[in-house]
């Protein structure tokens, strides 16, 4: 077996067991020795690829992280005006959070947890990553309301999380004209008038 098709294949053991378990039991409930049990691995060969659990706590936020920037913006939004992409951006990722319950329960829990502070300030690239410069452009170019991006965040990705929340659970069966419905409410209340 190629070396390297094994240590991805085990990282990914570990990343997504880790992922499944932190859904089940939360952050603080997901000790190593459960994530190895679960994983099928020993917990040393855990420590052969993660420093610890902050460094696998980091790693599957970096990754989720890339998903969510991967679904709000597609190349099929390249282009398009700053509305439309939006709105497409809004409602993929909600869709990317009900298709996926447990990246929606880890994010929920790591942006909320204070064990995970000191690693959030060195690894949060908050002030220029993709999703601050989206809306800064908005800002900048006349779309939306003269904001800090903190205000932005809570109110757009808030909307998100609890409009899948409410989508997984079952309170609401949301389908994409809902999905709409809900992205223009957001809208209405960010863009410059």
Same mark, same amino acid.
């Given at each position: 077996?190629?070396? =390297?098709? #094994? ?16 859904? =089940?039991? /939360? ?7 459960? @994530? ?7 917990? /040393? ?18 990754? @989720?992280?890339?998903? +969510?920037?991967? #679904? +709000? !913006?597609? #190349?099929?939004?390249?282009?398009? %005006?700053?509305? *439309?992409?939006? !709105?497409?951006?809004?409602? $993929? ?8 319950? /447990? *990246? ?7 942006? *909320?947890?204070?064990? !995970? ?5 060195? $690894?949060?690239?908050?002030?220029? %990553?993709?999703? *601050?410069?989206?809306? =800064? ?10 904001? #800090?991006? $903190? ?6 990705? /808030?909307?998100? +999380? ?10 609401? %069966?949301?389908?994409?004209? %809902? ?10 209340? @960010?863009?410059?008038?």
């Amino acid at each position: 077996m190629n070396v =390297q098709s #094994e240590t991805a294949d085990k990282r990914k053991a570990i990343l997504e067991t880790t992922l499944e378990l932190i859904r =089940q039991y /939360g952050l603080q409930g997901t000790p190593i020795s459960l @994530i190895a049990k679960n994983a099928n691995v020993a917990a /040393g060969t855990i420590y052969h690829y993660f420093q610890n659990k902050e460094a696998i706590i980091t790693e599957l936020h970096n990754v @989720i992280r890339e998903e +969510m920037l991967a #679904e +709000m !913006f597609t #190349e099929k939004n390249e282009g398009k %005006d700053f509305r *439309s992409q939006f !709105f497409s951006g809004w409602t $993929n990722l909600c869709r990317y959070f009900i298709a996926n319950p /447990g *990246s929606l329960i880890f994010i929920q829990q790591y942006n *909320s947890a204070p064990h !995970f502070k000191g690693i959030k300030k060195k $690894n949060n690239k908050i002030p220029v %990553d993709k999703f *601050s410069e989206f809306f =800064q452009s908005g800002m900048d170019n006349g779309y939306l309301k003269k904001m #800090e991006y $903190n205000l932005v965040a809570s109110v757009v990705f /808030g909307a998100i +999380m609890a409009t899948a929340k409410y989508h997984i659970t079952g309170r609401f %069966d949301y389908t994409d004209q %809902d999905l709409c419905k809900i992205a223009t409410i957001i809208w209405d209340g @960010i863009k410059l008038q």
